[in-house]
């Protein structure tokens, strides 16, 4: 059963860090793109990152560049979320997904459970 599971969540204060985790079992992890997503009270879940098989290529939301890095390391089944200067907008559930397409999937095929970010000003 695949099942990715997301750590690293909590409280910061603006202009912090936070790094997320996403191990995830159960797949061929270096044969899917990862993507992290985000959830706020009230909104609908929006597009944070992705990184392709290798993790040669990434994307980012305009929100999030520049502050955030997206990584992984297929020796370890592990995506990564790097946050840095977080701002109150960036409170958000952040949630892991892949997926086996190669880049940019319509939609993606596994989900986490997702880890709650908040940021306080």
């Known amino acids: 059963q695949v099942q990715p599971v997301e750590s690293g969540g909590g409280l910061v204060q603006a202009g912090g860090s936070l790094r997320l985790s996403c191990a995830a079992s159960?797949?061929?992890?270096?044969?899917?793109?990862m993507g992290w997503f985000r959830q706020a009270p009230g909104q609908e879940r929006e597009f944070v990152a992705a990184i392709s098989w290798s993790g040669g290529t990434t994307s980012y939301a305009d929100s999030v560049k520049g502050r955030f890095t997206i990584s992984r390391d297929n020796a370890k089944n592990t995506l990564y979320l790097q946050m840095n200067n977080l701002k109150p907008e960036d409170r958000a559930v952040y949630y892991c997904a892949a997926d086996r397409s190669y880049w940019m999937p319509e939609s993606y095929e596994y989900w986490g459970q997702g880890t709650q970010v908040t940021v306080s000003s």
């Open positions: 159960g797949l061929t992890f270096s044969r899917h793109v």
